[in-house]
């Protein structure tokens, strides 16, 4: 598979060695039900996603989801490896992440760069970073749905008051000489259900939102190319959008909340089933 240079600049050996590890578990499925297990999984569905765009020539499209995947794939790949682990473990109580706080009371805030393959890069504080300037705009706008004018909707909704529980967390700017975590987010209120919903959010990356969209409005381009209907399109995207990041955020957040990484991964890939479920059933 030929690996576009600048898209990925030197990280096309992350590519193919996930796309490998991809094709190699993907054999051991039937291609019925269990395959749709798998790519429940959030970098494995991106990685089949990618290759029915390619088989479709929707090659745009299909950058996007291989870009995707290169970024997230290692972070996510640590937190199977995580859940995992725990597994073995038998559940040790509290439930945590690599991160010392108790999930069962907190959750700390995602991140679209974060943990990724251009942490770095985007770290004004590493001697890696190309900008700082840009890496500092780019931080400040890597923040999560709660964040945002829907998450203070939300808060008042639930009257939601939220407390900082510190981690160990590293944010994007740590440095050994200059250490900097983040704090996880303990959201008090008397509705269980505003909990989990602030949860949802928290763990939602606006950013993360947006390159979605953005592929699926790549995507609606390509098919309405073809002479579908343009509403049609945007219609089935947008359930399926909407399926996917609020069923992952919800039930990732359920799941973290009572069984730490091994919830929280079952929780997602249940989301991403559900994705996965509604959007071949409206296309």
Known sequence: MKINPILYENQSDKFSEIYSDYQDIKSKFNQTQDNAALDAIPVFGRLNNFANQVSSRDYTTAMGLGALAVLNGPEELNDIFSAYNKIKKGFPKPVTFHSGYDNKYAQHPFSFFRGTILNDYL???????????LAKWVNKRDTTLMQSNLG????????????????????????????????AKQFITKNPAGDIIARALTRTPKLGVAALGGIEAVHVAHETSKGKNVFEELGKSAVTLGTTLGATGILGALGA?????TGSLIGMAMGGASGVLVGNAVR
Do not use: A, Q, R, W
Request: proline fraction near 12%; aromatic fraction near 4%; include cysteine.
């Open 123 to 133: 770290n004004p504080n590493s001697p890696k970073c190309v900008s700082k300037t």
């Open 152 to 183: 203070n909707i939300v808060s008042k909704i639930f009257g939601i008051e939220t407390k900082e529980v510190p981690t160990t967390i590293e944010d994007i700017t740590h440095v050994p000489e200059k250490p900097s975590y983040i704090g």
């Open 257 to 261: 909340k009572h069984l730490g990484p």
